[in-house]
């Protein structure tokens, strides 16, 4: 008998492409429920069922992954602000759940969404249950190492954004010269990453971390080519990231596009 299949609730960006592409190779079906104007369009092909939901159609993708025979169910890709206003579409459950919380934080949303999932038979895996090559190892990623006023800095960064992570408010920080010049919200890591370097005259020290105590099932912090490349036009001289939980797709060319523009990129534990 063949396993039942996978499913995956897919955002945007290279990570459910990736997923897609493991449970391929492992042999494993897969049943794909896409967001509306972020998950790509080539996942369709990838999958052996495929259906695309707005944000909050919570009805319709308990429909799907139990006409499909799904039990096991991965969450990953990110949303851009334009989809929760443009493409949100909250059915009763959906809006049933919302009803039962202090506030819409994206950990406290996303806990309730797998609970309720949970609750009716299906069990969330993380993506490293499948990709656990994924992790960062500790140490130095670069060829380049951060010099001694940019680990200081990397050093109040990777402090607050601890902070910011214990009161679920964001995963980022960036720091020049000891100071604070930018803090994740709701507009993700690149545009952080761009608010803050454009405060400093010099190259920025930047953390992305994971919150004290997050289920890395739900949402796990992911850097790869593109967030580089925004860090190298942004002019940031060092990244500090949590070893062994953020998630580093495409290894080999982060390092070639952080190498190329003098990033340091160490993870620490």
Known sequence: MSPPPIGLIAGNRDLPLLVAAKARELGRPLAIAGIAGEADPGLAESSDLFTTLKLGQFQALLDFFRAAGVRDFLMTGGLE???????????????????????????????????????????????????????????????????????????????????????????????????????????????????????????????????????????????????????????????AVDASQILVINRAEVRRLADQASLAIVAWL
């Open 81 to 239: 602000r334009e989809t929760i206003i443009l493409n949100y579409e909250p059915d009763a459950l959906f809006l049933s759940l919302l009803a039962q919380l202090e506030d819409f934080h994206t950990d406290r949303i996303l806990r309730a969404v797998t609970a309720r999932l949970e609750a009716e038979g299906f069990t969330l895996k993380a993506v490293t249950d499948l990709l656990p090559e994924l992790l960062t190892p500790p140490g130095l990623l670069t060829r380049a190492e951060p010099e001694a006023e940019l680990l200081a800095d990397l050093k109040v960064a990777w402090r607050i954004a601890k902070e910011l992570g214990r009161l679920d408010v964001g995963q980022t920080a960036v720091v020049s010269d000891r100071i604070t010049l930018a803090v994740e919200a709701a507009e993700g890591t690149d545009e952080t990453v761009r608010r803050g370097a454009a405060l400093a005259q010099k190259p920025v020290a930047v953390a992305k971390v994971v919150k004290p105590g997050q289920d890395l099932r739900l949402d796990p912090p992911v850097i790869g080519p593109e967030t580089i490349k925004v860090m190298a036009e942004a002019r940031v001289g060092a990244l």
